[in-house]
């Protein structure tokens, strides 16, 4: 029972050793005398290492106070409080590592917040059993310093850099970034102690993703005889971050090639360059509006442009392109179309999605003025002005809810060739390609996407839109609007670099026709 009242009076936290008794007489009976020492007066609290908050912030989230008592539960209750401010801060290697009386009776708290030391890219690559094998553990991984990527490529889209305090919320962000750039399967970190006390290793493991494709083959027609066609893409050309594409269709009455190449990073300001060169034919297109066909109609088109962008906040890009090509339209009745168009672009773009493949949340906004002919000379003069706006909102667990509003407008002479068009399978579902044309446009999309397990998932969608010559025929009423609803279904196949592939039905409920669409990636 003595035992269990000194140990209660020590508990108590006032005292510095052990709590100690003895026993002695007194008037007849027996006296109980504790002998403690008491823990000194707090003279002044120094809070030592703080940084990423303010003195008096972190002062109030702690009891210890100057002029009163030490009391070391109180003290321990402060350091654990300290610890959860930095914590939910998102600076989960932030320690307390030392707490103290000094000279004076001057309390001491010494805060570690976590600086990195370094960074570090670990590669890993998985067996063919762990490929199959979905629940395979991330130290069964062979890793490698060395990958076909350049660190600097994935550490240059980071926010966080060397001399940082670790912050969970920051590196979340970054490690978005890194994702989004569409060359890895996975990509996550670790964390590894420092060299010196407070110090920290962050380390990066990825798992890279086929960036390459390549395709070839050969179609005859009796316009363009037989002919054949190659493709090759890289979307991180010798592991720096650049794409390159090249495309050619040779034989028969054919020579074409497409050419593009992008360079993200210029420069320390994040400035992007995107060349491309071209000569390309399209022929038996749906010409002229409501759908009238001119099956010997071919366009060749031959030029290039380029585009320089670069960020003026976290999420928002300015772009500015220039466009230089030849027109030439047949048959003799559509001369009238040949010229040569010059023109540049500005864009304002906003995405804040947290993955662009596939996005479950966030919002794309981009608008775009292009200018024609005017100054920069050419044979048509006109202006169009193009919105996008993309909204992604999760339901519920591998369920989202997808939203696309484009709005097009043009203003002068516009060429055939540069109409608005609609219909297909990346505007308007259950409808021709091209089916739709005009200086004015107008399509809305909305899709419910579902998540099955691994690499399946399917949508209901529903599309409504239409074109019109002049704002006179805009009424959007219900019966100004071709619109159509169906399913579809998605297919990511991560071994040939593409994805998903995606198959829709669709029906139209303007004119009771169905159709099946096949294209790659999310319509939006």
Known sequence: KL????????????????????????????????????????SDVIL??????????????????????????????????????????GFMAARVTDAAIEQGNVLRITVSEGTIQAIKISFLSKSESEEEDKEAKPEDQKASEHGKTKPYVITREMKMKVGDVYNTNKIG??????????????????VEAGEAPGKIILVLEVVEAKTGSAGFGAGYSSNTGLT??????????????RRADVKLEFGGKRNNFELGYF???????????????????????????????????EETRNGFNFTVGRPISDRTRVFVGFKLENISVEPEQYSY?????????????????????????????????????????????YKKFILDLRRFHPLAKKQVLAARFNLGLAKGTIPRFDYFDLGGVNSLRGYEEYQFAGTKMLVINGEYRVQFSGNLSAVVFADAGNCWMTKEEITLSPGDLYKSVGVGLRLKIPQFGIGPVRLDYA???????SKIHFGFGHMF
């Open 263 to 297: 360079e993200p990073w210029l420069d320390r300001k994040e400035t992007s360059l995107e060349v491309n060169v071209y000569n390309t034919s399209k022929e038996n297109l749906t010409y002229g509006l409501g759908g009238t066909v001119s099956p010997d109609y």
């Open 337 to 381: 179309l040949n010229g040569s168009s010059r023109s540049v672009t500005g864009t304002l773009r906003t995405d804040t999605r947290d993955f662009v493949f596939n996005p479950t949340k966030g919002r794309y906004d981009s608008a775009s003025l292009e200018l024609n002919g005017g100054l920069l000379g050419g044979d048509y003069d």
């Open 507 to 513: 029906i139209t409920t303007t004119l009771g026709e």
């Open 173 to 190: 962000k970054d490690l978005q970034k890194i994702y989004n750039l569409g060359f890895f399967d996975d990509v996550h970190t670790r």
């Open 48 to 89: 030592d290492g703080i940084t990423q908050f303010k003195l008096e912030d972190v002062d109030s989230v702690i009891k210890t106070k100057k002029n009163i008592i030490l009391n070391s539960n109180s003290l321990r209750e402060d350091v654990q409080a300290i610890e959860k401010k930095y914590h939910d801060a």
């Open 3 to 42: 035992e269990q009242d000194l140990q209660y009076i020590f508990n108590l936290g006032y005292f510095s050793e052990d709590v100690k008794a003895s026993l002695s007489e007194f008037e007849g009976g027996a006296k109980i005398t504790f002998r403690v020492r008491e823990n000194p007066v707090v």
């Open 228 to 241: 054949g066609f190659l493709t090759l893409s890289e979307r991180n050309l010798k592991g720096k971050g």
